[in-house]
């Protein structure tokens, strides 16, 4: 249980960032591509932890960390690079062609990766892992481009402050387990 309740508290921390950017695409626009990307990003929500997994589990054995540590490090690194971005209040310029929805995609997955990296650290079940992590990005960016529509980017500051701190808390304990 405590598994499960740990990558799910990942999985909505790293849909912060998604669900912040996706507010501000969903005030942009009712184009008719905003309705794909919510696919496009829970499936790079699903591939970068499997490739995440596979570079951390060699540098485990490289640098001889073990995973609760590499994890607790990735996740306070995480937590620091959302809060720059958080504090440096950033327009953000999204093109919505192919090429920038796999662009906005890879850009909000590569915390998934880096999460993937120490993810052995929680579970063994690196794909169920992965596709809980894929299923809240793509829940929590349709539903930043849903209430996006009808609101202003208020809500995006504080769902990025709230992920900084989930991060920020579970990388302090990872560190320490």
């Not at 310029?93 to 993937?116: E, Q």
């Amino acid at each position: 249980m405590k598994e499960i309740v740990s990558i799910l508290m990942i999985g909505v921390s790293l849909s912060m960032d998604t669900f912040s950017l996706s507010l501000s695409l969903g005030s942009l626009s009712q184009n008719k591509t905003l309705k794909i990307i919510p696919l496009v990003v829970g499936l790079f929500h699903f591939f970068m932890p499997i490739l995440g997994n596979l570079i951390g589990q060699k540098l485990v054995v490289v640098f001889s960390l073990t995973s609760h540590i590499l994890l607790g490090f990735i996740l306070i690194a995480l937590a620091i690079n959302l809060a720059i971005h958080y504090f440096k209040d950033e327009d953000v310029h999204i093109n919505l062609s192919f090429l920038g929805i796999i662009l906005f995609a890879l850009s909000v997955s590569f915390d998934s990766f880096t999460v993937g990296m120490g993810l052995r650290a929680i579970t063994e079940k690196i794909d169920v892992a992965s596709a809980i992590f894929a299923l809240c990005s793509a829940s929590f960016t349709y539903l930043g481009i849903l209430i996006g529509r009808y609101s202003s980017q208020f809500l995006g500051k504080y769902a990025s402050l709230i992920g900084i701190i989930v991060l920020l808390c579970l990388g302090v304990y990872h560190l320490f387990v």
